[in-house]
């Protein structure tokens, strides 16, 4: 999975962990909360994502649950 995401994609998954710890030192359930936010963006823009290839016929591109 690392492999695909470069090393642009590593640096902002680590710059957003850090935010996130930072974020809970101060109070751990709006950090919980704003991660809930972000996975559920991540999940958001997946689906759209995977929707549009699957629409030009490229569907299994993607992976997923379906």
Known sequence: ???KLGA???AG???LLAGI???A???VIIA???GLVV???VLAAWGLVSGMLSS???GGMMGGFE
């Open 8 to 10: 642009k994609g590593i």
């Open 39 to 41: 996975i559920g963006f």
């Open 21 to 23: 710890s930072v974020i």
């Open 56 to 58: 030009f016929g490229m």
């Open 13 to 15: 998954l680590l710059v």
């Open 1 to 3: 999975m690392f492999d």
């Open 25 to 27: 030192i101060k109070s």
């Open 32 to 34: 919980a909360g704003m």
